[in-house]
């Protein structure tokens, strides 16, 4: 038998996430929606990492916890943040996730919304079972901030003086939100105390912090993902390997990405960002950002015979190439 702190999360949490899965498919299943099931095998196809339901399941492994409303919790998160994702790509246009067909290029826009928001309904509803209103207060909130960020990235204006601020606020809600959430839920539906809770909530915002700045790292980098590279660039998001370039940039340069950054409907040099983007080491200086946030998720994490498991697995979804 293996010490637990030698066994991985994606073991650990295996059967549970099996439960989670069948408890999925019979919920969905009564909707008798041919498209909903459609869409969400399509995702399911394009292979989730599932990070948001693990961090749920291990929360409540930690915490003792082996209650049913763990698997209300873990499917609502799943579901949120797919909703999330169905929405982001409309907004995005984009093309594959991990190099599956997304459902708006399949099924189209309006299916995409539709099937989002039938996401969303069927969390709260699983939420409201558990019959806890800080459960539900939690998540409404993560959502809330989902969107918010949403609508903050959308109509941000390229600002100087503003933009690294800016960047950070964002992810915060965009990411971040959903990862605390998911932890402060798992923790609150197990009767953690207030420091635990807290500190798994910390935990998971540091945790989501770093995530965003990794995928944000990615699109500027040779992926084997499936991810559209360059995706952010062209689409004139304003993220950390930019700012980094931009502001150790000089005129020359700091006019370049403000042209990509202001301008619509501009032919944007991607291979000239990426020499820009080397030449002021923004890939390393943003790693280094997000290496902050890993230490500050790890200084959170609660003592518990999973605390190494959790440590590994924190490494080990920052270090991924997908
Ligand atoms: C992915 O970012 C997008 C998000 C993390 C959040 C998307 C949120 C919405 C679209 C608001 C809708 C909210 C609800 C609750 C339905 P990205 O585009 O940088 O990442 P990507 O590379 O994975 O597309
Ligand atoms: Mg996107």
């Known amino acids: 038998m293996l010490k637990t702190s030698n066994k991985k999360l994606d073991d650990i949490v295996f059967s549970d996430l099996l439960i989670m899965e069948d408890f999925i498919s019979r919920n969905v299943a009564y909707e008798h929606s ?3 099931a459609n869409i969400i095998s399509n995702l399911i ?3 989730g990492k599932k990070i948001r339901p693990k961090l749920v399941f291990i929360v409540c492994k930690m915490l003792n916890y082996s209650g049913e409303n763990r698997i209300n919790v873990a499917a609502a998160v799943e579901f949120i943040h797919n909703a999330t994702l ?18 708006n290029k399949i099924w189209g826009n309006k299916s995409s919304i539709l099937v989002g928001d039938l996401l ?42 503003t933009m690294r601020e800016n960047y950070f606020g964002i992810i915060e809600e965009k990411t971040a939100s959903l990862f605390s959430a998911c932890c402060e839920t798992a923790a609150v539906v197990s009767g953690a ?3 635990e809770t807290t500190r798994l909530k910390n935990f998971g915002f540091n945790f989501g912090m770093a995530f965003q ?7 500027y980098t ?16 304003i993220t950390l390997p930019a700012i980094i370039a931009y502001e150790n940039g000089n005129n020359k340069e700091q006019e370049f990405w403000q042209e990509c950054f202001s301008s619509i409907n501009i032919e944007r040099d991607f291979n000239q960002a990426l020499r820009y983007i080397e030449y002021h080491n923004a890939i390393q200086l943003s790693m280094e950002k997000a290496k902050h946030y ?25 270090e991924r190439r997908a």
């Open 120 to 161: 969303l309904t069927l969390a709260f509803r699983w939420l409201i079972e558990c019959g806890n209103l800080n459960i539900l207060s939690i998540l409404s909130e993560a959502s809330h901030s989902l969107v918010k960020g949403e609508i903050k990235q959308m109509t941000t204006q390229f600002s100087h003086k």
């Open 45 to 47: 196809k394009s292979g």
């Open 222 to 237: 040779a992926s084997t993902s499936g991810k559209q590279i360059g995706k952010d660039f062209f689409e004139g998001k």
């Open 213 to 219: 700045i990794i995928d944000d790292v990615l699109d």
């Open 193 to 195: 105390t207030n420091d």
């Open 86 to 103: 169905l929405h982001d790509d409309v907004l995005d246009d984009g093309e594959a996730r991990h190099g599956v067909k997304t459902a």
């Open 294 to 318: 890993i230490d500050a998720a790890q200084s959170n994490i609660i003592d518990s015979p999973y605390k190494t498991v959790l440590i590994n697995f924190l490494n080990e979804s920052i």
């Open 34 to 36: 041919e498209l909903a």
